[in-house]
Nanobody, 120 residues
């Protein structure tokens, strides 16, 4: 029904930058919000950043001032620009989208995840 395809993960040294992308496709009536979560080894999945259809944004305190989330409504795509990366940013990053697929029919979709590794 709905697919999220992520790209842009990889390995970088501390202080470097990466840009993640996530494109939604399928039976989409509207997208209410899209965001990024991450899960480091041995830790719970946590919110990194989210952007609503009205372009409101929210960030985890740990990434404020370093990460920027933007969206392209025409392409059903969300981006996460990550600057000044730290080793503690190492994690699998998951795209999430709250999508309306029909009348009174919302789905919470997840991507498969993309690994970000930051070396010191």
């Amino acid at each position: 029904q709905v697919q999220l395809v992520e790209s842009g993960g990889g390995s970088v040294q501390a202080g470097g930058s990466l840009r993640l992308s996530c494109a939604a496709s399928g039976s989409i009536f509207s997208i209410n919000a899209m965001g990024w979560y991450r899960q480091a080894p041995g830790k719970q999945r946590e919110l990194v950043a989210v952007i609503t259809s009205g372009s409101s944004t929210k960030y985890a305190d740990s990434v404020k001032g370093r990460f920027t989330i933007t969206g392209d409504n025409a392409k059903n795509t969300v981006y996460l620009q990550m600057n000044s990366l730290k080793p503690e940013d190492t994690a699998v990053y998951y795209c999430n989208a709250e999508i309306t697929i029909g009348i009174n029919a919302d789905v919470d979709a997840w991507g498969e995840g993309t690994l970000v590794t930051v070396s010191s």
